[in-house]
Each structure stands twice: as C-alpha cells, then as structure tokens.
C-alpha cells in the first residue's frame, strides 16, 4: 500500500500563489507517476495536472495552463504543484494521486492511491 499526503493548502488572495506538496509513504521501492486533482463544493472531481515517475510529460488542464507548474521533488516518490496567478475558480480541495504506473494520466480511475486532500481558497 501506498499512502499520500499532501501540505501547503490554505488562503490566498486572487492573484497570488501557493505551493502544494505531495509525499509518499509505505510501498515506496517502486517509482510512481504523479496527479493532481481538485472538487469543488457541488462540483465533480476534475484533473489539474500530471506528470510521469522521472517528472517527464508534465500536462496540464487548460484552465491552469501557464499558471500551474507540477515538478518532482528531490527525494523519491515527491513532488509538488506550485500554483500562481490564481483565480477565485481555483477555489477547490486538492488531491495528489498516484496510478500505480510509471506514467501519469488525466483519468481519475487511471489512480489506485490518492491523498486526503488539502483546502485551497482563493479570495477575490
């Protein structure tokens, strides 16, 4: 098994950043691409971004494109969403995800492990 957790959620006022990180913990010896996926209050579950294990094929929703960066961290099995110029739309939970594979993918069912999720509130 594999555990997730994501830190760096909180508040942040329309045109500024934040930066969520994702950890892996448990069944680390093998590498794992990496998800990012936000809900909305009301809202279904939606993609944000996602890369491949070594951190190649980074892809992006087009409601975050030029504004998101997904990276890997230095140690294994991390990795990171740096948020900027955001919106009050980006006002979500956040979720790190990660398919037990080396490449990522947009599809939520494509993800056997997920995090708990951390809140992310953008204020106009």
């Known amino acids: 098994q594999v555990q997730l957790v994501e830190s760096g959620g909180g508040l942040v006022q329309a045109g500024g950043s934040l930066r969520l990180s994702c950890a892996a913990s448990g069944r680390t010896s093998s590498r794992y691409a990496m998800g990012w996926f936000r809900q909305a209050p009301g809202k279904e579950r939606e993609f944000v971004a996602t890369?491949?294990?070594?951190?190649?094929?980074?892809y992006y929703a087009d409601s975050v494109k030029g504004r998101f960066t997904i990276s890997r961290g230095n140690a294994k099995n991390t990795g990171s969403l740096q948020m900027n110029s955001m919106k009050p739309e980006d006002t979500a939970v956040y979720y790190c995800?990660?398919?037990?594979?080396?490449?990522?993918?947009?599809?939520?069912?494509?993800?056997?492990?997920w995090g708990q999720g951390t809140q992310v509130t953008v204020s106009s």
């Open positions: 995800a990660a398919p037990q594979g080396l490449f990522g993918t947009t599809r939520a069912s494509g993800y056997a492990y």
């Open positions: 890369m491949d294990w070594n951190g190649g094929s980074p």
